[in-house]
């Protein structure tokens, strides 16, 4: 399928703009980097944790830091998420040391409690209670109010009241809601009401990550990063030419560089997600880029007339509906992502937005350019040592590209 037919844009003409552009793009994220000193690196790569609370009614996000400092020293983030449905959710991330990764989570509950459920104490919070806890707080009160339960229908309907919970977002805001769960009767409902209470919040997901496991997945996703890079420019500088395969790193390195620098501009944290989508988009780029290549080398091989730049914005413009095909498609996936994917996916989906951007331009405007750059330097020099006129000694024309296996 073609959506541009016989195309004859002069794309390289237009190089020095995007070039340009790229380089004030790389210097602003290698400042914004230097000021920040380095990127912002999550949970993952730096230890900590990570929790997901949800509210009944979400305090000031001022009121929930303040209330976990007077527990946890260090640096506290608290960010609200804003989607439909989940408006009273916010996530807490802060940095622990190695000797409290364990007990974390009940710090933070601790210090939630302590400033947001004033009855927490002698009752049992039944939107943080286990099926377990919950039937063993009931077993005894049931039986001096004379509700006579087996062990089994007693398990049934803790496991009912938490299942009611848990479709319920986590929380239940009142107790008279659970009215409903099979076998709660109201004498069952009023030893619920004298043994629980219901918290202002739920802890829906916890991450915990301890500082040597983060180090060390930090310098894996380096080396992970590092070999894939090297590995392609082997695979292409053995497929093509050792300059072609330079030319292909280079716009790679490009298009990472500037996706980090812009994390750190816009105070993004880059985590695991994060580099799984680099990946994705060096082989995305690189792949671009190869397809380019292929249709330069296989014009040169037909001896297509006219000069080397010619031929390269001939061979971008018969690829040209196929580069919009699939980056304008990935790219609306992507985007698609990135607005409703949420927060735990925004770091993943706007490295492929501005991958998918940054790396189609870099495959014409960036690798492109350094080919041509090249051959004009390599034609200079076979002028330069080009014989005298009248030398009748043989001429040599070097090899533009290898020949298709």
């Known amino acids: ?31 914004s980097l230097a000021l920040k000193g380095g990127p912002r690196y999550g949970i993952d790569f730096t230890g900590g944790a990570l929790m ?32 439909a449905g989940h408006s009273q959710e916010v996530l807490i991330s802060t940095g622990v040391r190695n000797e409290t990764v364990q007990g974390v989570r009940e710090d933070i509950v601790s210090a939630l409690n302590q400033g947001f459920n004033p009855g927490a104490g002698a009752q049992l919070d039944i939107n943080s209670a286990t099926q377990a806890t919950l039937a063993d707080r009931l077993r005894d009160p049931l039986q001096r109010a004379g509700v006579a339960l087996s062990d089994e229908q007693l398990q049934s309907l803790a496991k009912g009241i938490v299942d009611y919970r848990e479709a319920h977002s986590g929380l239940v805001a009142s107790l008279d809601q659970l009215s409903g769960v099979p076998g ?11 043994e629980c209470f219901t918290g202002s919040f739920a802890v829906r997901r916890v991450e915990i990550v301890g500082p040597k496991i983060g180090a060390d997945l930090r310098q894996q996703a380096v080396n992970v990063v590092l070999i894939a890079l090297g590995a392609m420019l082997v695979y292409i500088a053995f497929r093509f030419e050792w300059i072609y395969g330079v030319a292909a790193v280079i716009a790679v390195f490009h298009d990472t560089i500037i996706t980090i620098g812009l994390f750190s501009i816009f105070n993004k944290q880059i985590d695991l997600t994060v580099i799984a989508a680099l990946l994705t988009l060096v082989g995305y780029s690189m792949n671009d880029t190869i397809v380019t290549f292929d249709r330069i080398r296989e014009n040169l091989r037909l001896q297509r007339r006219g000069s080397f730049r010619e031929i390269v914005n001939a061979s971008i413009n018969q690829t040209l509906s196929r580069t919009v095909l699939t980056s304008g498609l990935t790219f609306l996936t992507a985007i698609s992502l990135f607005l409703f994917g949420g927060p735990v996916l925004n770091g993943f989906s706007f490295a492929l937005v501005v991958g998918i951007i940054i790396g189609t ?45």
């Open 361 to 405: 331009y870099s495959s014409i405007f960036i690798a492109s350019p350094i080919l041509v750059f090249w051959q004009d330097v390599a034609e200079g020099r076979r002028r330069g040592a080009r014989p005298p006129a009248g030398d009748n000694r043989l001429r040599t024309v070097p090899k533009m590209a290898k020949t298709a296996k």
């Open 52 to 83: 997901d609370i949800n509210f009944i009614k979400r305090p000031p996000a001022e009121a929930i830091r303040s209330a976990l400092h007077k527990k946890i020293p260090g640096d506290i983030e608290v960010q609200e998420v804003r989607e």
């Open 184 to 194: 709660l009767t109201p004498q069952v409902l009023t030893v619920l009401k004298q």
């Open 1 to 31: 399928m073609e959506i541009f037919k016989q195309t004859n844009f002069d794309f390289l003409g237009k190089k020095w703009p995007f070039i340009i552009m790229s380089l004030v793009l790389t210097a602003a994220g290698l400042v």
